[in-house]
């Protein structure tokens, strides 16, 4: 799992395209905050089917591209290939065009056959030469499909592509902020965001009909020595809008999903 966060654009890079073993990358991840940043529209082709392909199956269109990896800061954002590692076995072109300001990312996905299936655009990102990921953030089974945004100084922003089941069509679910991404004990999608010095939020989130659903929010917040110094952490669960439907009280939540391997890490005992 992607496991240590970092600070600073360069570190929230880094850290948030290494994830669990499981996943793409085979490294760490986190958690996000997003309601307080602005969305980036999206365009894709997404739900209808798309008409049989006249193509017949050959070369791989796309084996010119280098894969993706964790290739940094960048003058320019290259274009590259990621391979899922689901049962579906789909290949996805990313490429990218405009410039370092205003960047319009694009995804082709491909099928086993080599034929396009799907074509995804976030017409404006600017995250200094990440590149996608793919990741499967709510232990399904299937990869999903994470776009960059944008880099801050203390978090980062993505747009999350979602697929399920046999479904081969990819659906925009909405867009998370923060340092990295985990996937909690109970397959939710756990996102850390920084908010100051030696204070957290982690948010617990996870996928309603392809859509990213808030549950709630593990606080991690400072205690002072009284000199100036950090002597350790609280943290206590807020609700978000999911703790009726987990049948969990306040405190019941603060039990369980303050003691989770990713808020643990964050916490100064």
Same mark, same amino acid.
């Given at each position: 799992? @992607?496991?240590?966060?970092?600070? #600073?654009?360069? =570190?929230?890079? +880094?850290?948030?395209?290494?994830?669990?073993?499981?996943?793409?990358? &085979?490294?760490?991840? =986190?958690?996000?905050?997003?309601?307080?940043?602005?969305?980036?529209?999206? /365009?894709?082709?997404? #739900?209808?089917?798309?008409?049989?392909?006249?193509?017949?199956?050959?070369?791989?269109?796309? +084996?010119?591209?280098?894969?993706? #990896?964790?290739? #940094?800061?960048?003058?320019? !954002?290259?274009?590259? %290939?990621?391979?899922?590692?689901?049962?579906?076995? %789909?290949?996805?072109?990313?490429?990218?065009?405009?410039?370092?300001?205003?960047?319009?990312?694009?995804? /082709?996905?491909?099928?086993?056959?080599?034929?396009?299936?799907?074509? $995804?655009?976030?017409?404006? /990102?600017?995250?200094?030469?990440? !590149?996608?990921?793919?990741?499967?953030?709510?232990? &399904?089974?299937?990869?999903?499909? $994470?776009?960059?945004? +944008?880099?801050?100084? =203390?978090? =980062?922003?993505?747009? $999350?592509?979602?697929?399920?089941?046999?479904?081969?069509?990819?659906?925009?679910?909405?867009?998370?902020?923060?340092?990295?991404?985990? /996937?909690? +004990?109970?397959?939710?999608?756990?996102?850390?965001?920084?908010?100051?010095?030696?204070? @957290? &939020?982690?948010?617990? @989130?996870?996928?309603?009909? &392809?859509?990213?659903?808030?549950?709630?929010?593990?606080?991690?917040?400072?205690?002072?020595?009284?000199?100036?110094? !950090?002597?350790?952490?609280?943290?206590?669960?807020?609700?978000?809008?999911?703790?009726?439907?987990?049948?969990?009280?306040?405190?019941?939540?603060?039990?369980?999903?303050?003691?989770?391997?990713? !808020?643990?890490? %964050?916490?100064?005992?």
């Amino acid at each position: 799992m @992607w496991r240590n966060l970092a600070v #600073g654009t360069a =570190a929230v890079s +880094a850290l948030l395209l290494t994830g669990c073993a499981h996943r793409d990358s &085979d490294a760490p991840a =986190a958690t996000l905050e997003v309601s307080a940043l602005p969305v980036v529209s999206a /365009t894709a082709t997404l #739900g209808a089917e798309p008409p049989p392909s006249t193509e017949m199956p050959g070369a791989d269109p796309a +084996a010119s591209l280098a894969p993706c #990896g964790d290739i #940094g800061t960048a003058a320019t !954002v290259p274009d590259c %290939l990621l391979r899922s590692h689901d049962p579906a076995g %789909l290949a996805f072109e990313v490429r990218h065009t405009g410039s370092r300001a205003h960047v319009v990312t694009t995804v /082709t996905v491909l099928d086993d056959g080599h034929r396009v299936r799907q074509t $995804i655009v976030e017409p404006d /990102t600017d995250a200094s030469g990440t !590149v996608p990921k793919l990741r499967d953030l709510d232990n &399904d089974g299937r990869d999903e499909l $994470i776009i960059p945004l +944008a880099l801050t100084t =203390a978090n =980062a922003r993505y747009a $999350i592509y979602h697929v399920t089941g046999d479904a081969l069509d990819y659906h925009r679910a909405g867009e998370l902020s923060g340092v990295g991404m985990d /996937t909690s +004990a109970a397959n939710y999608v756990l996102v850390s965001a920084r908010i100051g010095y030696a204070s @957290w &939020d982690i948010q617990f @989130w996870t996928f309603v009909a &392809d859509k990213l659903q808030p549950l709630l929010t593990a606080q991690v917040r400072p205690i002072a020595d009284g000199t100036g110094k !950090v002597a350790g952490t609280t943290c206590a669960a807020t609700d978000s809008g999911g703790l009726n439907t987990m049948g969990l009280t306040p405190e019941d939540a603060t039990q369980q999903f303050c003691a989770e391997p990713a !808020v643990q890490r %964050l916490r100064r005992n």
